[in-house]
C-alpha cells in the first residue's frame, strides 16, 4: 500500500472529546491515573473545570460517573478496557446499564496492540462483556476520523455507551471532511462478490489490504466496517452474506462473544452461511511489539490472508 | 415535624415495612427496621424535596446505597405521598414498580438504582460533584449499612469526596452491628468505624439512630461543616420496634409468616397508641 498517516485511535478520542467540550458545557470527563495514555489530558488542558482524576478506582469512577448523569451532565469515563470492561463491568452493568443511565464509557488499550504490556493489560473480553449489558451500544471505531466521529455520536445519543479504542498507530482510512457517523450503520467500504469480510476497529484497514491482494488473484472480497458492534446492523450483514454466501469476521478480541459471535448469532437465525472467525483463538496475549504480536497471533493483513485463503479453499 | 409527630409517622413506616415483606414473603425487614428513623426525618424534616415534583433538579438527592432495605424507603416515599401506601404490598410482585432492590425509572421519588453493595455511595458523589460544578445548593444523603463497609468501592468513593471537600455529602452508616453472617465485629470487623471516616477527612458525628432530638442535632451539625463532606455513624438496633426481630441476624432478609406478621403489627399497634396518649 502507499504512505498512509497513522494516527492510534485514542488520540481521536482525545481530540473528540476536546472538541465536544467547546460545544457542550454538560460533558465532564473522569479518568483513572491515565489522562496522559488515554488521552483525555487533552480535554483536561482545555477544560480542567470539568475534568476529574478518580485516582486508581475505576468501579468508584463509573459510580460517580453515573451520579453525574442523573443530573443531567454527560460523562465520559476513561480507563484502559481490560478495567473499564474487566474490572469495573459490575458497576458499568448494575449503576451504569440497569437504570440506563447517559454514561459514555471511553475504553482504550484495547486489544493485544496495547503490546509491551503484556498479557494483564491485553483485553480481549471487552466487546463479548459490553454487548450483553441491555441497552448498552458498543462502538468500536477503525481509524482516528471514526473514532473522533463515534465520541461526538456518543455524546448525542442519550444512554450507556461503550467506546473502544486502541493504543497503536492505525491507518487513518476515512476522510474527515465528509465522514458521517451514524450510531447502528455498517460501512461497505468495498463491494465484492466471492466473500464478505466483516471487520471491526484495527482491523478494517488490515482487510481492505487483504481485498486488495485478494483482487490482484481474481477473488473479489466486500469488506464491511462494523463500527457499532451493538446495535448491529444486521440487513447489510445479510445482504452482504446473501450475495457472497460466505463469511469472515475479523477483529481485535476474543472469537469468544465478540463481533464474531454477533455476527454469527445475526446469520445462524437468518441465513446460515459458513463463517470463519478470526480474532484471539481463546488464548492470552504476551509481550512484544504490537506489530510483532498482530503478526504472530494472525491479526495482521498476511495473517488475515492466509485465513481467509484457507477459508475460500476449504 | 416535631418529635411526636416524627416517632408516629416512623411507627406507620415500620407498619408499611413489615406489612410490604409480609406480603412479599421475602425482602429484608431487619435493616428496614433499623434505618425508620433515619428515613423518616430525611424524607419529613431534612430533605429538600416535593412528591408533586420528584424530578425537580434543585432537590436534595438521596442514594440508598444499601438498596436491600428497599421496603423502608418505600414505605417512607408511599407515606410521603410519593405514590400509595397501599402499593407496598405488591412490593417483590410481577409486574409491580416496587422491585427487590430500588429502580429509579419506575419508582416515584427514587434517586438512583441501587442494591449491589458499595455502589450507591459512587453515585451520591457524583451527585455532589455536579452541584458543585454547577454552583448548585441542593445536598445530596446516601444511606449505607455497616456491613456495606467492608466494600471496598466505599472507601474509594470516600477518598474522593474527602480529597473534593464534598460538604454537600452525608453519608450515613446504619450501624446496627449484623450483618447476615452474624455480628459484623465477628464476621470482618469493619470497626473503628469513625475513625475511617475521619482518615479519609470526613467530619465525623456518632448518633443515637432512634433518638430525634440527636438526629435533628447531627443533621444541623452536618449543615454548619464546611470544606469537608460529612459521615453520621447512627447506632442503631437491627429490627427494632418488632420485639422478635430485634438485635437477631436472623431477620436480616426473611419475611415474618402469618403469625409472625400479626405479632409485629401487635408490636406497632402498642407503640403507636402509647404514643398518641402522649
Redesign the interface.
Known sequence: MSEVKKIATREGYGDGLAELGAVNPNVVVLDADLAAATKTGVFKKAFPERFFDCGIAEGNMMGIAAGLATTGKIPFASTFAMFAAGRAFEQVRNSIGYPHLNVKIGATHAGITVGEDGASHQCNEDIALMRTIPGMVVLSPADYVEAKAAVKAAAEYEGPVYLRFGRAAVPVINDEASYQFEIGKGLVLREGSDVTIVATGIMVSASLEVAEKLAAEGISAEVINIHTIKPLDKDTILASAKKTGKVVTAEEHSVIGGLGSAVCDVLCENNPVPVCKIGMNDVFGESGSAAALVAKYGLDADGVYRKVKEFLNK | MDNLELKITANEVRKGIVTAVHSAKAGHPGGSLSAADIFTYLYFEEMNVNPEDPKN?DRD?F?LSKGHTAPGLYATLAHRGYFPVEDLTTLRKLGSYLQGHP???HVPGV???S??L??????????????K??GKDYRTYTLLGDGEIQE??VW??S??AGF?KLDNLVVIVDNNGLQIDGKIDEVCSPYPIDKKFEAFNFHVINVDAHDFDALRAAFAEARQTKGMPVAIIAHSVKGKGVSFMENNAGWHGKAPNDEEYAVAMADLERIGEQLCQK
Not at chain 2, 458499595?118 to 452541584?131: D, E, N, P, R, T
Open positions: 433538579p438527592r442514594v429502580c429509579m425509572q434517586d438512583m438504582s442494591g449491589s458499595g455502589q450507591g455511595i459512587s453515585a451520591a458523589v457524583g451527585m455532589a460533584l455536579s452541584a460544578i454547577s471496598g468501592q474509594e468513593a477518598m474522593f473534593h
